[in-house]
């Protein structure tokens, strides 16, 4: 079992920065692959950026460049800092974790995730 618990988030305008984190404790197994997806509304979640146990990152091409996933030595604090943000950007943000040794690159199924954080919106004004 793992608990996620998600803080930050919020408005900002188009080019400016917001930082999100998540609080993970439970069993260290299940939290091997820790990353975030987003859901706009009548869009499908999509995976966003991740990040392995041996600090591998790998990020969705839409946000690449802008957005930097980062944990702490524990791997209990979760953190994405998102820089140069766009409208495009504004959704649901989650963080979720799994056991797979392995993220993998470029499509994240969530229901490959059986843990997630509550959401935090997050909204970009043009």
């Known amino acids: 079992q793992v608990d996620l618990v998600q803080s930050g988030g919020g408005s900002v305008q188009a080019g400016g920065s917001l930082r999100l984190s998540c609080a993970a404790s439970?069993?260290?197994?299940?939290?091997?692959?820790m990353g975030w997806f987003r859901q706009a509304p009548g869009k499908k979640r999509e995976g966003v950026a991740f990040i392995e146990t041996d600090g591998r990152t790998t990020y969705a091409n839409s946000v690449k460049g802008r957005f930097t996933i980062s944990q702490d030595n524990t791997r209990s604090i979760l953190h994405v800092q998102m820089d140069s943000l766009k409208p495009e950007d504004t959704a649901m943000y989650y963080c979720a974790s799994n056991s797979f040794r392995r993220c993998g690159d470029g499509y994240w199924r969530p229901s490959d995730f059986p843990y997630w954080s509550q959401g935090t919106q997050v909204t970009v004004s043009s």
């Open positions: 439970g069993d260290t197994n299940s939290r091997n692959c």
